[in-house]
Nanobody, 121 residues
Framework: VQLQASGGGLVQAGGSLRLSCVVS????????MNWFRQAPGKEREFVAG????????TYGDSVKGRFTISRVAAENTVYLQMNNLKPEDTAVYYC???????????????WGQGTLVTVSS
């Protein structure tokens, strides 16, 4: 599988952004698509995951109620809609595939390149 993330940028607190991850060469080992983020000096943190075929979703506690993960299979794209952004959401965001449900970076199989999200106060 290959993953190409985009959509990052600079936004004011309270604003919204939508990240995209184009998925190509999907394999039978890539059952889930996930978003992680990494802020400077911090560990990579699970943001959200979605089961590619069924659409079942999971979220990290810090983004529940503000972020929504979705996928459009016909477009081979996974989205992360981020609303009510806070300065603490500032990070490089990565999409990653996994075989099963994961909540840690160690479980990811393939990583895309990151896209930077900066939230100003």
């Amino acid at each position: 599988v290959q993953l190409q993330a985009s959509g990052g940028g600079l936004v004011q607190a309270g604003g919204s952004l939508r990240l995209s991850c184009v998925v190509s060469r999907l394999t039978t080992s890539d059952n889930f698509m996930n978003w992680f983020r990494q802020a400077p000096g911090k560990e990579r943190e699970f943001v959200a995951g979605i089961k590619w075929r069924e659409g079942r979703k999971t979220y990290g506690d810090s983004v529940k109620g503000r972020f929504t993960i979705s996928r459009v299979a016909a477009e081979n794209t996974v989205y992360l809609q981020m609303n009510n952004l806070k300065p603490e959401d500032t990070a490089v965001y990565y999409c990653a595939s996994s075989s099963g449900l994961i909540t840690t970076a160690a479980g990811a199989r393939v990583w895309g390149q990151g896209t930077l999200v900066t939230v100003s106060s």
